[in-house]
């Protein structure tokens, strides 16, 4: 334990590019039409008003998914339903404004593509996870530097990392088995 303790996973806070045209990396030689970019950015403006709403939608359905987990255990379609609900927020959690909720996420789905025995998963960690992506929405965490929010989001890495060492070590040991019963 005392190892993961000395362990923080170090921060890159970086500022995302502001519009479209700083993502865009222009190759060509010459004018530049800038028509089709101004109009992605106000239609991408216009579409952010219902940010809030349909990440509220998915958040809640990762939090049904955790309460099917809850009830039913984790079997290979409650797996299934929780580990599609974290991807799809990791992948859409800073393109709602909320990069927390994708780290967050990014953790979870680490934790369940990593088990060899999901149903071993301690349920408290998943429940932490939805618990701290419910809570960066509902408190309307919208930079990758909240303090507390960093500070919950590099506990659950560090608890996520050591389970996933000890799968590792739970594959290697079975691969020797294998290998040595041959």
């Known amino acids: 334990m005392q190892k993961n303790q000395n362990r923080r996973r170090a921060v890159d806070v970086t500022d995302p590019p502001k519009t479209l045209l700083d993502r865009v ?67 859409q959690g800073e393109t709602y404004g909320y990069p927390l909720i994708t780290r967050v996420c990014a953790t979870l789905c680490k934790l369940l593509e990593s088990a060899t025995q999901p149903h071993l998963i301690p349920l408290e960690v998943i429940d932490h996870h939805v618990d701290a992506v419910r809570n960066i929405m509902i408190k309307e965490i919208k930079t990758a530097d909240h303090p507390l929010a960093l500070a919950i989001d590099n506990k659950l890495h560090d608890v996520v990392m050591e389970f996933v060492e000890r799968e590792d070590e739970k594959r290697k040991l079975s691969q020797e088995q294998a290998t040595h019963s041959d």
Not at 39 to 67: H, N, P, Y
């Open 25 to 91: 990396k222009v190759i060509s030689i010459g004018p530049f039409d800038l028509t089709p970019i101004q109009r992605a950015e106000k239609a991408l403006e216009e579409l952010s008003v219902e940010f809030d709403g349909w990440l509220k939608e998915e958040v809640d359905v990762l939090t049904k998914a955790r309460d099917d987990v809850r009830a039913q255990g984790l079997s290979e379609d409650t797996h299934k339903e929780l580990f599609r609900a974290a991807h799809d927020l990791k992948g």
